[in-house]
């Protein structure tokens, strides 16, 4: 069967007869009246991911969560999660999930931007917040709103799902010195990331995961980012390259997402629809805790185990940098209305709430912290 | 069918045609009797708060979660909230809680520090972690296991329930030029940080948060610390004092609680237990957003409208504060086996995380951010 024909049906499927996909046994509360009471009704989803199977923290996460939901849901709601093209490629879960052939799946938002850059602002962008900061976006600062009536196009409803925090800024056999030290370097880079690249003179490679090694140690490639040390290290970039740049400009702090097919949802008894944002804040709350603390005693390793040296990017390597992401971003603002839009928050926002962090967190680490 | 063979026969089908699976969404397993089904039993709770009724952030914090868990139980736990003093004096809540005359509350370590200085480390220490770094060690470095233990002695059961981020510095009517300045100052600052002020020669007074303002427009006190532009401006202390000072090296991440009666969480079914841990997470991912977002507007309605100066702390001042903090810290460390056992696993968590929060978060402030 063709896959769009496929998805055409489980969608009308869906549509005409959802409650026959599962049979209704009522407890005796459900006879009760009470308006959100849970009935012994059993739901069975299966959640895909973008990342491989099992794969460290991002994969965890999602593991996490099905546990979390079947616990809180006494079972009534079992999600069964997928690794990346264990069910579908995994740039194909988003349009998935949106036709409600899987009822979830996480990820992080930029695997969208080809559907519209607007999308951008909800993962990362290059010298944008970073994870307190686009967290107080989301939640205190009506980011949230955006986001879902950005996906509500798309039948979905996202929940943030974790942060990387601010990222490592790639593994280098050059060294950067200057903004010239970008000119013809070859680099695995996506994204708005890869667009900075190449307005600094620099070529933005793709390659899948399983090839940035091999591409980096045969010369390829002269440089590629990919997360932070905990991961960075399981690939081991610090064996074949001479430089591990910081900090990463390209992802300061890149949130994770959980979305989820909105009629499958809203579907869901109230108390199971509120149980799923529970599941996905504590899961949200560990992604960056469990990154911080493997990343710490992974660039430890690193440093023992590793020919190789931790350089930070030059001062005013990141300023002409900055200047070339603000015209990306500008591009990317200057999409659609929608794109607009969400930058105009975004952007708001981020001016509000510098100078308090500046005050604040810039103090932590300056002057604070021991 | 019984739920083994069902589960069988779904691996199969999935391993043969996972594509089989979209349509099936069984209810048999409803009878297996799966160990935590939900019961229609109704649990009623009291929920002790140690700030006045309806406190923005906080208070509002403790509604939110009572909604949350009445949506995700379907009503089966509802929980009232009283404000501090409503039932039992608000330094009370450990006592009533603990003895089971209300079921929980919520709080901050530090209240209840005269019971064992090892309930610092759970609020905030002086010049110790911020908000990032403490919930990197609660959830990926074993300090909520630390704090399980040190609260299952009293019959609890903690968990984070939001963090205020790097406080203000406090508001001073005298400037704060070197060390010599804190000599004589009578500052309203409790805890840790009023210990470290007196070892610079100032004193420290303890005031009830309703005479705050007078003592300080009376010249009572010449400083007074409270929380940060939000609450500050509520306050009013921005019309009275000439200097809101920056950094609040005395409580560089203060970690807000929860904590429930231990055997009352234990008699909750399963599945209401761990409802009770989202919740909670919902509220502890809420709250620093929250903060985060209305200091960022309450600083620049304070720049608009205050007759005032913020003023950073000159680094020499806050180094010398750092070397009396580490006598302080020392000390509670020094007091009991626990409050060691803590502080060393605090202590080494800080120092492996810092190297990488320096790489990633200090560059991001420092050459990233706009």
């Known amino acids: 069967m063709k896959r769009k024909s496929f998805l055409k049906k489980v969608a009308i499927a869906s549509a005409i007869a959802p409650i026959a996909l599962t ?6 509360e459900a006879e009760s009246g009470a308006p959100n009471i849970q009935t012994s009704k059993k739901y069975r989803w299966k959640m895909l991911t973008t990342w491989p199977p099992k794969f460290p923290v991002l994969g965890e996460g999602a593991e996490l969560f099905s546990k979390l939901v079947s616990e809180m849901s006494a079972g009534r709601l079992e999600i069964k999660v997928f690794g990346g093209g264990e069910l579908v490629p995994a740039l194909e879960a988003f ?3 949106s036709a409600g052939m899987a009822e979830c799946s996480s990820s992080a938002a930029y695997y969208w931007a080809g559907k519209s850059p607007a999308f951008q602002f909800f993962a990362t962008v290059p010298f944008g917040m970073n994870a307190q900061q686009v967290n107080a976006w989301l939640k205190g600062g009506g980011g949230q709103k955006l986001w879902d009536e950005l996906y509500a196009n798309y039948n979905l409803k996202p929940f943030a799902f974790g942060n990387s925090g601010v990222q490592a800024g790639g593994w280098y056999n050059r060294e950067i010195n200057s903004i010239a030290d970008f000119k013809g370097l070859k680099m695995r880079i996506p994204g708005l990331g890869g667009k900075v690249l190449e307005k600094a003179g620099g070529t933005a490679v793709l390659s899948a995961g399983g090839e940035i090694y091999t591409n980096l140690e045969r010369g390829v490639i002269d440089a590629t980012e990919w997360i932070g040390p905990y991961h960075d290290y399981k690939m081991g970039f610090h064996k074949i390259a001479k430089y591990c740049y910081f900090p990463g400009w390209h992802e300061p702090g890149t949130v994770l997402e959980l979305f989820i097919n909105k009629k499958k949802l809203e ?11 529970g599941a996905a804040a504590i899961v949200h709350d560990w992604v960056l805790a469990e990154f911080d603390a493997q990343n710490g005693i992974y660039l430890q390793k690193m440093k023992e185990e590793g020919n190789m040296e931790f350089r930070q990017f030059p001062d005013e390597v990141l300023q002409q940098m900055r200047t070339f992401a603000n015209e990306v971003v500008t591009e990317v603002a200057d999409a659609n209305p929608m794109s607009k839009k969400i930058f105009e928050s975004y952007d708001k926002f981020r001016k509000q709430i510098t100078p308090w962090s500046n005050m604040t967190e810039k103090a932590f680490y300056n002057q604070l912290q021991q």
């Not at 049979?23 to 005796?28: A, H, I, L, N, V």
């Open 95 to 97: 349009d998935a999930v």
């Open 267 to 277: 579907s869901l008894p109230t108390d199971l629809q509120r149980i799923v944002e």
């Open 23 to 28: 049979t209704s046994c009522r407890s005796e």
